[in-house]
């Protein structure tokens, strides 16, 4: 380990091989992986993709996977 703390972000839509890539070197660097997830009101606002998953649906995906 070469971190005590690690801190990713995202949206996690559609939970795919890059996502799956930051994860796992999150977690190969690091000790503790702090991991957030936007907020329905974000991709909104700031990223005007549509549709997006909900939030409970892109938080179940990403749980599964971890």
């Not at 690091?30 to 997830?37: A, Q």
């Not at 009101?41 to 990403?62: E, F, G, N, S």
């Amino acid at each position: 380990m070469v971190f005590r703390y690690a801190c990713v972000a995202g949206t996690f839509d559609g939970l795919h091989a890059g996502h799956e890539a930051l994860l796992d070197r999150a977690f190969e660097v690091s000790t503790h992986v702090l991991i957030g997830l936007t907020s329905e009101q974000y991709v909104k606002h700031y990223k005007k993709i549509i549709p997006v998953a909900t939030y409970d649906m892109r938080y179940t995906a990403l749980t599964l996977w971890l």
